[in-house]
């Protein structure tokens, strides 16, 4: 019972370079989304989907792509890393008629 | 701006005790208020959820209550075990599906002390 699995769990890059968090559900949910979390913050929305092939801006989109080509995967890219990116980031999966969110076990990245 | 904060931002208590954390809030509009437990380096798991028409739930030793008047919520812990320690998120939602916009209090990280 996988539920929403993320990788890779700790990254470290350096400033300017490129890489893909990814994020993987197997309880065919249309819901899916990326939080980042800062100390002392609550959880803050980076982008979502409702279903394959859509994808929408959260809270703080900026420096970071999205794409949903099937129902499973919800993978997040970083352009061009920032120190301002260092965080931890949750992927969250639900469906549309329960509110229930169901978070993946996040992924801690340093940013040089 | 929707607003959500929790008190205290930290608290320790003794195993065996109970303690009670708060929530306030100033989102509209209000669709339904849950509460996460977040372990130390694991993502969020969901406790509760309340909707307006709601004032108290349950889920074993956790109470969640919601007084919608004062948009103000409280989460009581009965007594408490020491994998209670973690942090504890308030979020309220704007619309009944997964979707819709939710606001995160910012926590508060509970210790449970032998």
């Known amino acids: 019972n996988a539920g929403v699995t993320q990788t890779p769990k700790f990254q470290v890059l350096k400033t300017g370079q490129s890489m893909t968090l990814q994020c993987a559900q197997d309880?065919?949910?249309?819901?899916m989304s990326w939080y980042r979390q800062d100390p002392g913050m609550g959880l803050r929305l980076i982008h979502y989907?409702?279903?394959?092939?859509?994808?929408d801006q959260g809270e703080v989109p900026n420096g970071y792509n999205v794409s949903r080509s099937t129902t499973e995967d919800f993978p997040l890219r970083l352009l061009s890393a920032a120190p301002s990116q260092t965080s931890v980031y949750f992927c969250a999966s639900g469906t549309e008629n329960t509110g229930e969110l169901f978070f993946g076990e996040g992924s801690r990245l340093t940013v040089l | 701006k929707n607003q959500v904060e929790q008190s205290p931002q930290s608290l320790i208590i003794l195993e065996g005790k109970n303690c009670t954390l708060q929530c306030n809030y100033t989102v509209s509009p209000f669709s339904n208020l849950r509460w996460y437990k977040q372990d130390t380096g694991r993502g969020p798991v969901s406790l509760t959820i309340m909707t307006f028409s709601e004032n108290t739930k349950s889920n074993g030793r956790y109470t969640a209550t919601l007084d919608a008047d004062t948009k103000q919520s409280s989460l009581h812990i009965t007594a408490s075990q020491l994998s209670d320690s973690a942090s504890y998120i308030c979020?309220?939602?704007?619309?009944?599906?997964?979707?819709?916009?939710?606001?995160f209090g910012g926590g508060t990280r509970l210790m449970v002390k032998p």
């Open positions: 979020v309220v939602s704007e619309g009944d599906n997964a979707g819709n916009m939710l606001t």
């Open positions: 309880m065919n949910h249309e819901y």
């Open positions: 989907s409702v279903g394959a092939g859509i994808t």
